[in-house]
């Protein structure tokens, strides 16, 4: 995001008409990638497609894509659900690798997420760009290279390609299901090179719509090297941020029943900390921190013993 771009603070949005504003946000202020970052995935996920809703509405836009960057799953015992959120993050950082690179972005891409998914560690951007690779029709390509890529990438080789990460061979065909793909795609090859590419059903395993190119990256299962500066590095300079805030306000409203309730005397000078950004919002914060905050009396004292002064 550019350090002289305005920002705005919108508030009295209700949570059923924050995807209809941020979908006129998108539309009057068109720009290559959108970061929406929401309270909780669930709230992500909702916007994403609300977002999407709203602006095929609206129409006269072009063409946009909602993706959700979540959080990764390493310790969960349900390895697909893990490996599902794992491909999610990858089809995200690929396409905005993708839009970064290029001076002008055809579309417009909105990213949902959450605090606690940004402050999770992404791969180094050299290293993931150095193990994702383009695929087009009419293509030079080794087929038995193209099988030592995909072993490189750590796909599975399976009787039948019907999940993210697998690939099979079907005499000089091969089929590959990208880990960043809602489908997978049936490479023809005609000696070294790749004659057709198109998409196919994983489950009654026929053909469909020709494509020109297709784009493999790595499983989730490689191990790169971290980026030092987070999803950072991914983003374009004309990337524009949304902070939805749930409890910005909350110190006020409590204060207002306070008020309303008694508690606080008429005339009273009450000191309110007020979020300005997403990034200081109490609730999300302590949710992403990976530990319980310790609890003290409201005294200087008390302050002053726990923090070791």
């Known amino acids: 995001m550019p350090a002289d771009s305005p920002r705005h603070k919108l508030t009295g949005i209700c949570p059923p008409a924050r995807g209809a504003v941020i979908a006129e946000l998108v539309r009057r202020q068109p720009a290559p990638v959108w970061l929406v970052v929401a309270e909780d995935l669930k709230t992500a996920e909702q916007l994403a497609e609300d977002i999407a809703f709203f602006c095929a509405a609206a129409g006269g836009m072009r063409p946009l894509a909602a993706l959700v960057f979540p959080e990764s799953m390493r310790d969960s015992r349900d390895m697909r659900e893990a490996f599902a959120a794992s491909s999610e993050r990858v089809t995200v ?5 993708a839009t970064r690179a290029l001076a002008t972005a055809p579309d417009t891409l909105v990213v949902t997420t959450t605090p606690a ?52 061979i079907r005499g000089g065909i091969i089929d590959v299901y990208p880990v960043t793909a809602n489908q997978p795609y049936r490479l023809d090859f005609f000696g070294d090179e790749i004659e057709e590419i198109r998409e196919f059903d994983p489950v009654t395993q026929r053909s469909g719509a020709s494509v020109t190119t297709i784009t493999l990256s790595a499983s989730p299962r490689v191990r790169l090297a971290e980026s030092t500066t987070g999803i950072a590095d991914y ?19 409590g204060l207002i029943h306070c008020v309303k309730a008694g508690k606080i005397p008429a005339g009273s000078v009450v000191t309110a900390t007020m979020t300005g950004h997403g990034l200081k919002d109490p609730d999300t914060a302590i949710k992403s921190a990976g530990f319980e905050p310790t609890v003290v009396p409201a005294t200087r004292e008390a302050v002053m013993k726990v923090i070791g002064l």
Do not use: I, N
């Open 235 to 253: 983003l374009s300079t004309g990337t524009q941020l949304v902070f939805v805030e749930p409890a910005s306000a909350s110190c006020l409203a």
């Open 93 to 97: 950082l690929s396409r905005l690798r």
């Open 117 to 168: 998914a940004l402050l999770q560690p992404v791969p180094a951007l050299e290293e993931f760009s150095a193990r994702e690779f383009t695929l087009a029709r009419g293509q030079k390509q080794s087929f038995q290279g193209l099988l030592e890529q995909l072993q490189q990438l750590d796909y599975d080789s399976e009787a039948v390609c019907e999940a993210p990460g697998h690939y099979a």
